[in-house]
């Protein structure tokens, strides 16, 4: 109740110091990830509502900057250990990635409290060793409901196999850098209560060999597995029936040095469906494609892709027995001697083939086809030394729809497209194509994505791409010629065509958009127009289908159109990225507030710095919600520039010189919600210290990476919130400080005395007022008595009304007025006067007076001890008074009687009442009928004895009385 208390305090001190700006985490929403994903630097999946990130040394305080609602978390650290509870105050975590290269352990308990967590990945080491790791029994208690965990970089053998027992419910298991020579130790360390995993990765940790152990146990769980990835091991040795627990995979993948893929199979492996067999780039491995064949048959793969292999020879002898599933055949970065291109026509089933990067010079697959079509859709041939393809070079695959050539030395490809009328992707990207004439895409009429950049074309005849009409996203490569007519090789503008890409080279004079219809669809446009030596002229500006282009990519300089500029006339952009020249002092960007529509707006090295009207861009732009500023040259930023941007969400700015922002520039921003500070160089000026007041004061927006600024400070550069703290603290915010600084240790104080003090001086204060009542009132209350009795009487009568006030819990009601208050008032001699609560105390008067009263109006004080009367409030307070009044009085006033056995290990808490035992004797209950009537008799005679004496309860020599201290409590006396 106090720690609120304190907040309270401190934001009623000074205004602007109710919030605390973040110096190690920065938090943001959803609709942020796209627009600062590469700011970032973790990996946040979308749907998670609230996204954090950390750079901390100290898990327990400096975590405490994150919102307790945050789902998504990613953390650098320097921290050596993650300890208990470390992430206790995030219960609404799902994902967890802790990214560290000096951890050397994991506290039991250390993700206590995160029962909604799905997703955790711990990198212990970033430099691609194991480190020795502690993983303490109970590190990952409370993780039940964890589906995917990732661990990479520790020794995986020094991990008890007791430490994954908490992952019941655990889908996706992956362990990398864990220095296993043998996968079986892995197998064997896999707790049993996993029945639900389904993928097992383990990467790049130096396993050797796949040994059969004897845990078979485990094997119930790893029957689950369907994925299996064990990329980056120099497998050599894979023992027979090793892997015989996995029947039915999915997935397989593995780097396998052996002497022969036999053993694969040989392992006792099952069905596999994807087959995935590697080498390394600096070590190829060999295999024989028929032996390979003849494992694929024995597990019904229907994928197989290998990876860095070298072979002697692929024909078509060498599939031929390679079973009735196989449909995709991919090779990566391998090295055949020889291939017989003709090497499908036995396989009719396969319907995807991928050779990349294998140094191909040619790909003369239908050359020998004789008339054999082949079923195959997609076919990839990137990456190779593709020169030329021939005529008719696909004309036996007509079922064929994505075909990727990219990255080759492609120059031309006359009727090498025909008989492909059902082809709908073709990648020819990165090539050396310079000319595209009237017959080389005719008879691709099903075509939807050609991608052409990337190639230096010289000439594009009119009509190249007339029979595209279902063209959807094209990209054409770098002009190198000086005048183009856009409309002119299409014949009619693609009536689906929503992306267009094009690529102006250095030697385009004029640029011709010609005859095309205003676009009913959403159409985005990317222009890259920066590398041109001379103005660009663009002579049909005016051309209606620009106004209906809703997202424009333009990278230019040098652009004119009829005197203006170029850009002004896409008047209905909703999106607009612009990159320019920053060392054009030409250029003018008012033209900017004419885009009425615009919702997002990125600039991007852009010369804003000497232009006189830079505070009039961006105005009028009453809809647009992301604004980005990135590298322009731009001195200052005004309240003024601002002052239209009513529906602004999102402000990012990425400024390289020094930059003045001026009080208030955020006050005319009322739909604002984040502002992303990528890069500033702030001018360490008490005139920049105001940002940090109004991120303070600011709830509803975020200011993210704030706490990496940087100023210029005595031509070095500081960290912004430090330099600024110690140049620009005022006097008043000193004072606002101070006081919240002596309130807080005010509060603190008063806590502690609370806690410690309450009950002593309660005690105090009503041993006080007794006193007072007693030597005050005493007067007026004798006038009140008859008369007929001395003074002295009166006196005594005054003082002592009873015999005993007997203290007892309300559970112990049917013993004291069944057995103690008949026993002491109505039997024996003499009889006497009991104050009980329940019968004697003062109608209409409070408790603890009443209390205080009885106390200090009773010759002695019966306490009944029992374990309800030690958890009692009210019988605790009757003790502390009782006690108070032993040791101030220093008589034995006080009376223990233990009406059950409580052990020395129970009394521990009570510390005054454990003192006043072990210096004083007590009487038990006893549990035989026949002992007592001695006990009456002992009780009795301690009430009435008169000669106190340094005891208790001991009213009789203890030859006489056999009340003497049980044997249980001799130890503590």
Not at 692 to 716: G, N, T
Request: charged share 20%.
């Amino acid at each position: 109740m106090i720690l609120p208390l304190w907040w309270l305090v401190c934001l009623s001190l000074c205004e602007g110091t109710y919030a605390i700006i973040a110096k190690h985490c920065f938090t943001f929403e959803e609709q942020l990830l796209n627009e600062i994903a590469d700011s970032i630097s973790c990996e946040h999946r979308p749907g998670l509502s609230l996204y954090a990130e950390c750079n901390i040394s100290d898990f327990r305080t400096d975590l405490l900057e994150v919102k307790t609602e945050v789902k998504s978390l990613c953390i650098f650290h320097k921290a050596r250990l993650i300890p208990e509870k470390a992430f206790s105050h995030l219960p609404s975590l799902e994902f967890l990635s802790i990214y560290g290269g000096q951890l050397k352990g994991v506290q039991s308990g250390a993700f206590f409290g995160l029962s909604n967590l799905k997703y955790l990945k711990i990198i212990f080491d970033v430099n691609f060793q194991c480190h020795n790791v502690s993983l303490e029994t109970q590190a990952f208690a409370g993780l039940d409901h964890l589906k995917e965990l990732e661990l990479t970089g520790f020794q995986f053998k020094n991990i008890a196999s007791s430490t994954l027992d908490p992952f019941a419910g655990l889908v996706s298991l992956m362990l990398a850098r864990v220095c296993v020579k043998d996968l079986g130790e892995v197998f064997c360390h896999l707790s049993g209560n996993m029945s639900h995993l389904q993928h097992l990765s383990l990467v790049d940790s130096g396993v050797l060999a796949i040994y059969n152990q004897s845990c078979m146990k485990k094997y119930t769980v790893l029957a689950g597995v369907r994925f299996l990835n064990l990329e980056g091991n120099p497998i050599q040795v894979i023992q027979e029936g090793s892997l015989k627990v996995f029947q039915k995979l999915s997935s397989l993948s593995l780097e396998f040095h052996g002497q022969s893929v036999g053993s694969i199979w040989k392992s006792g492996i099952g069905q596999v469906d994807n087959l995935r067999i590697s080498g390394q780039m600096s070590k190829k491995i060999f295999v024989d494609f028929k032996e390979l064949c003849h494992m694929i048959a024995h597990l019904s793969v229907v994928t197989l892709e290998l990876y860095h292999v070298t072979a002697e020879m692929l024909s078509e002898d060498s599939f031929q027995n390679c079973g009735m599933h196989l449909s995709m055949f991919n090779v990566w970065s391998s090295w055949i001697k020889q291939i017989n291109f003709g090497f499908w026509k036995n396989r009719t089933r396969i319907k995807s083939v991928a050779m990349v990067d294998m140094g191909l010079k040619e790909a003369s697959f239908c050359s020998t086809a004789n008339g054999t079509i082949w079923n195959i859709t997609s076919l990839n041939l990137q990456e190779n030394s593709l020169t030329k393809i021939k005529s008719n070079q696909f004309v036996c695959m007509p079922l064929l729809e994505q075909l990727i050539l990219s990255n080759n030395s492609i120059e031309t490809f006359q009727g090498a497209l025909k008989g492909l009328p059902r082809l709908r992707i073709l990648k020819l990207d990165a090539n050396k194509i310079k000319q595209l004439t009237y017959l080389d895409f005719e008879s691709l009429p099903a075509l939807e994505i050609l991608l052409l950049d990337n190639n230096n074309i010289q000439e594009i005849e009119k009509g190249t791409f007339r029979n595209q009409v279902h063209l959807e996203e094209m990209t054409l490569g770098t002009l190198m010629y000086s005048e183009f007519y856009l409309s002119s090789i299409f014949y009619g503008f693609p009536p689906k065509l929503h992306h267009l890409s094009l690529d102006v080279g250095p030697h385009i004079a004029i640029f011709h958009i010609g005859n095309i219809s205003p676009l009913e669809r959403y159409f985005a446009l990317n222009l890259n127009m920066y590398d041109t030596l001379y103005f660009v002229s663009i002579e049909d500006c005016d051309n209606p289908a620009l106004r209906s282009v809703q997202k424009l990519r333009l990278n230019a300089k040098n652009m004119i159109c009829k005197f203006h500029t170029f850009w002004s006339f896409f008047t209905n952009l909703e999106f607009f990225e612009f990159r320019s020249d920053p060392e054009d002092e030409s250029e003018r960007y008012t033209a900017i507030n004419t885009m009425h529509h615009l919702r997002h707006l990125k600039l991007v090295d852009l010369n804003l710095s000497n232009h006189t009207d830079t505070g009039m861009i961006f105005h009028n732009l009453q809809n647009l919600q992301i604004l980005i500023v990135e590298n322009c040259r731009l001195n200052f930023i005004t309240k003024s520039m601002f002052q239209d941007l009513q529906s602004l969400v999102l402000l990012r700015l990425y400024v390289s010189n020094p930059l003045v922002l001026l009080d208030g520039i955020f006050d005319t921003l009322p739909s604002l919600k984040a502002i992303v500070l990528d890069r500033l160089d702030l001018r360490c000026d008490c005139e920049n210290v105001w940002l940090i007041d109004w991120a303070k004061s600011s709830r509803q927006v975020q200011v993210i990476y704030l706490q990496r600024q940087e100023c210029v400070w005595h031509f070095q550069k500081q960290n912004y919130l430090d330099t600024m703290e110690k140049l620009c603290q005022t006097d008043v915010q000193y004072l606002c400080y101070l006081g919240t600084a002596i309130t807080i240790t005010l509060l603190v104080s008063a806590s502690v005395g609370y806690h410690f003090a309450y009950w002593p001086c309660m005690v105090l204060f009503l041993q006080l007022r007794a006193y007072v009542e007693r030597k005050i009132g005493r007067k007026w209350r004798i006038k009140k008595r008859r008369a007929g009795k001395g003074k002295e009487d009166l006196e005594v009568e005054e003082e002592m009304k009873y015999d005993a006030f007997v203290s007892f819990s309300s559970h112990d009601e049917a013993w004291v007025f069944g057995e103690l208050a008949p026993r002491l008032e109505e039997q024996g001699h003499p009889r006497l006067r009991l104050c009980l609560h329940n019968r004697d105390f003062e109608v209409g008067k409070g408790i603890v007076d009443n209390i205080a009263e009885s106390i200090y109006t009773s010759e002695r004080t019966v306490c009944v001890l029992t374990r309800r009367y030690l958890r009692s409030e009210w019988c605790g307070l009757e003790m502390r008074m009782a006690t108070h009044r032993l040791l101030e009085e220093q008589k034995h006033r006080l009376i223990l009687i233990f009406l059950e056995h409580i052990s020395p290990f129970e009394l521990s808490a009570f510390h005054r009442l454990e003192t006043v035992i072990k210096s004083h004797t007590y009487l038990e209950w006893p549990e035989e009928p026949a002992k007592r009537e001695h006990f009456w008799e002992c009780l009795r005679r301690s009430i009435i004895r008169e000669d106190a004496s340094n005891f208790v309860a001991t009213v009789w020599p203890a030859w006489l009385c056999s009340c003497a201290q049980s044997e249980v409590y001799k130890d503590m006396v």
